[in-house]
C-alpha cells in the first residue's frame, strides 16, 4: 500500500478530517489533500510528526518492504539474509548484521545511523540528514534495539538514580550484544 493509501486509512480510523489532520499538523488541507492523491510525499520529518499525531508507527508509513534487518534497517533479499544457530536463512535480519545465531558486531544505534545513514543517502538519493533523521525515528523500533527504548521509558530514570549512569549504559550494552536466543532464554 502506497504512502496515500495509509494517510488516507490513518486518517479514517482517528476519524479526522483532513481540516483536522492538517490542524493537527500545523500544514493546510490542500497539503493534507495533496498526499492523499499521490501528489507529492511529505519529507521524512513531516511522516515522523504524522507518526507522532496518529500513533501510527513511522515504519507502517513507509513504503517498507515485507521483509528488513532488524538491526539496521536494510530491505532484504534472500542473498542479504544472516542466519540462525543451526546455519539457515532468517527474513530477521541481514548477514552483515547478523550470523550464525549472533550479531556479527557490537555498536550502538548511534553508531549504526552514523555507520548506514551515508550509504542509505548516497542510495536513496536522500539527503545525509534525511537519512540521518529516517534512521533515528525507525531503528528504535526495530527489534535489536527496541528493549534497551522500553526500558529507558519505562525504569530509566529510576534505574539511573539508584545505579548510575555508568552501570545502567553498561547493562543496555549487554543487551544490545545479546543474540535472540540468549535473550529469549
Partial sequence: ????EKLVAVRRTHNLTQDQL????????????RWERGEVTPG?????????????????????????CESCGMYLTPDDCGTDATGQKTDHYCKWC???GGYTYETTMEAMIEDCAPRLAKNTGMTLNEAVS????????????????ENEQ?????ARE??????????????LDMDPATWND
Wanted: no cysteine.
Fill in 98 to 100: 547478523y550470523d550464525r
Fill in 134 to 149: 529516517l534512521m533515528g525515528a525507525v531503528l528504535p523500533q526495530l527489534e535489536r534495539w527496541r528493549a534497551v527504548r
Fill in 162 to 175: 539508584r545505579y548510575g549512569n555508568e552501570a545502567v549504559d553498561a547493562m543496555n550494552e549487554r543487551i
Fill in 44 to 68: 521524512i520529518d513531516m511522516m515522523k510528526l504524522i507518526a507522532a499525531v496518529t500513533g501510527e508507527p513511522l515504519a507502517h508509513l513507509l513504503e517498507m518492504p515485507e521483509h528488513y
Fill in 1 to 4: 500500500m502506497a504512502f496515500a
Fill in 22 to 33: 492538517a490542524e493537527k499538523l500545523y500544514v493546510t488541507r490542500q497539503a493534507v489533500s
Fill in 154 to 158: 519505562h525504569y530509566g530514570a529510576e
